[in-house]
């Protein structure tokens, strides 16, 4: 089959998050700005719209590993860092069912900060795996781009690049948010400067990233694909920064009094609902990565 072009048109929200190549013989090659910086390629469908079928792993769901590729990292490193999360708000929301060793408040602390740095190395990861993903799929035709692999570079015009330069940003104030936590006699004024401000500056950025993944991957504000994997990541992701959003407002340190012991728990419980569902859509990178 010849890959000669007769048209090529693009479309997203703001973004070009779609390419669709028209082909020699009516075949259609679809490119999409996900699937592209994930190395899955592009979809192949006949004028008829069948879908030309792409060579596929055996058992996705039941494959994990593959270190040499860097979907693989972002996906292990967020599995990683966001169960620290999920236990830590296990730990706080129920220590009658949680080992006394864990609910102490060093220990704690420590789980939040080791996976704090889980989620800031799959972050940076994630944004690599954008900065180097090329233009093999015409997605971005009109950039430049060095044949060497690159630590840094700045690509705005990607709506993946900027999905994941927010994370990073994010995981980053998680880093001081829960580093600062190991600060012992903060007033509450002093706890709100240190722990709380960081603390809802890294969820608004994590809503904008969640938000602009959800994008990316309906190519529209809004999209209903419950057939597709990369949709549940999105989704699943945008729900966990949510409950992070929900469980930083809870968190804002007031005078001790009645509500105090209240907005602490709801903040845990919506911590565990967070991490819980960034542990899942992290699970589901790795058969998004080997589904094709």
Not at 104 to 127: E, H, K, N, P
């Amino acid at each position: 089959m010849t890959d000669s072009h007769v048209k090529i048109s693009f479309s997203g929200p703001g973004y070009i998050t779609k390419a669709i190549h028209s082909l020699a013989g009516g075949v259609q090659k679809i490119a999409t700005s996900r699937r592209h910086r994930k190395g899955r390629g592009a979809l192949l469908f006949t004028p008829a719209g069948e879908q030309l079928e792409s060579p596929r792993y055996k058992y996705p769901w039941l494959r994990f590993w593959a270190p040499t590729r860097l979907t693989w990292w972002v996906a292990v490193l967020f599995i990683i860092g966001s169960g620290f999360f999920s236990v830590g708000g296990f730990a706080i929301s129920f220590p009658a069912h949680t080992s006394k060793v864990l609910v102490t408040g060093i220990t704690v602390d420590w789980i939040f900060f080791i996976g704090s740095l889980f989620f800031t190395a799959a972050a940076y990861c994630q944004l690599l795996e954008e900065i180097n993903a090329g233009d093999s799929d015409g997605l971005y035709a009109d950039e430049e781009r060095l044949d060497v692999f690159q630590w840094l570079a700045w690509r705005p015009k990607r709506i993946g690049y900027m999905a994941s330069l927010a994370q990073l940003i994010g995981t980053v104030m998680f880093n001081f948010n829960t580093g600062n936590a190991f600060i012992n006699e903060l007033s509450w004024v002093q706890q709100n400067i240190l722990i709380w401000t960081p603390n809802i500056i890294g969820c608004i950025c994590f809503l904008i990233a969640s938000r602009l993944a959800f994008m990316e991957v309906c190519h529209g504000y809004w999209g209903w694909q419950p057939e597709n994997i990369e949709w549940w990541v999105t989704v699943l992701n945008l729900l966990g920064s949510i409950g992070f959003m929900v469980s930083a407002l809870y968190s804002l340190a007031v005078p001790q009094g009645d509500s105090s012991a209240t907005f602490s728990l709801l903040s845990a419980l919506f911590t565990f609902q967070g991490a819980l569902c960034f542990f899942v859509a992290s699970y589901l990178l790795l058969p998004e990565m080997f589904s094709e």
